[in-house]
């Protein structure tokens, strides 16, 4: 590991540079996204959060948390970027209180997402292989509700600590994207590390061994089981984690590569440029994020193609009236 200094010499690019991608391309990717990702995302939370039988699958108490973070970056985060694009590059308005709430939801509810997706991946093999676990009221408490609201408790401490209590002078970069996104207490030499390994890339590095582990674990029991019935649920629980796990992974795993070379000290003033892009490509990760989910959760995928065939049965019916 390197000292503070030669961290602060491997972020320096930061300071100066921004995406490389044009604003223009920027702007209208993050416009022409975000609203029917937002539309999506209170669909998913509508039907999670007003239908009892989703509501009450333990499964789904992540999903909600994970969308509300996602929603919160989506409301606010992306807003805030496009507002900088299209004032010129200039964050308006232009204190630090904008740049610290910023701060908390780009990084905060970023990392939150990672810490609670790895939280879900550990838990779903509990949810396949051990439901007796979480059978009784005590049990589902201390293994599923317990865990999560520590969780929960320990992002925002954290976060809100940091990023408003540093113990440090933060700077403020009012012509890059999130006032330059770099925090003070990145450059603590506790803090720091202690944020980009145990916020970052651990649960990176959890999610992708636990849902490798979990694939590979149905897939042994079912060809020694061949239980039709046990499988189905099996077969439910795992297309609703993978595929949001492995979208994820496929820019995290890049990004917090990126990150532990500058932590070792290697390219010190290099791949700024592509740790950059990776930065931007989470903001599409979250974007797109809703609509793997609707896909992946069965109930909401019939909602939406009995929706769909009943308006379909509806216009043909109007206009079989009105041709008659």
């Known amino acids: 590991m390197v000292g503070t200094d030669d961290f602060a010499a491997a972020t320096a690019s930061f300071d100066t540079d921004e995406v490389a991608i044009p ?23 509508y039907h999670l959060l007003i239908d009892r039988n989703l509501r009450w699958q333990l499964n789904n108490h992540s999903t909600i948390i994970l969308l509300l973070f996602g929603s919160t970056i989506q409301l606010i985060d992306i807003p805030l970027n496009l507002d900088f694009i299209a004032n010129s590059g200039r964050v308006k308005p232009s204190n630090s209180i904008l740049c610290r709430c910023w701060w908390i939801v780009d990084i905060g509810f970023y990392n939150g997402i990672t810490i609670i997706m790895a ?17 009784t009221r005590k049990r ?8 999560l609201i ?16 540093p113990p440090c002078q933060n700077r403020y970069n009012y012509t890059l994207p999130v006032c330059n996104n770099f925090p003070c207490y990145l450059h603590d030499p506790i803090l720091g590390k202690w ?13 992708s061994l636990f849902v490798v582990a979990l694939v590979l674990r149905v897939y042994r029991q079912k060809r020694r089981l061949n239980q039709p019935i046990q499988w189905r649920k099996q077969r439910k629980l795992i297309i609703q984690l993978v595929p949001i796990s492995v979208l994820y992974l496929i820019v995290n795993i890049p990004l ?9 000290g290697v ?7 592509v740790q950059l892009t990776f930065d931007f490509l989470g903001y599409l990760l979250i974007l797109i994020f809703p609509f793997v989910n609707l896909a992946s959760i069965s109930e909401l995928r019939k909602k939406t193609s009995l929706q769909r065939l009943f308006s379909m049965r509806t216009q043909r019916r109007v206009a079989t009236t009105a041709h008659t």
Request: hydrophobic share 55%.
């Open 150 to 165: 520590i969780l929960l408790c320990y992002i925002y401490i954290f976060y809100v600590m940091v990023i408003f209590f």
């Open 195 to 207: 944020d980009s390994c145990v916020n970052n890339i651990f649960p990176t590095v959890l999610i």
């Open 119 to 135: 939280w879900s991946a550990f838990e779903r093999h509990i949810l396949v292989f051990r439901d007796q676990w979480v059978s």
């Open 140 to 147: 589902r408490f201390l293994l599923h509700y317990l865990p």
């Open 256 to 264: 917090n590569f990126l990150i532990f070379v500058h932590l070792c």
């Open 23 to 45: 604003r223009p391309i920027r702007f209208w990717l993050l416009l022409l996204l975000d609203i029917p990702s937002i539309i999506c995302t209170f669909f998913i939370l």
């Open 267 to 273: 390219l010190e003033q290099s791949g700024g440029d």
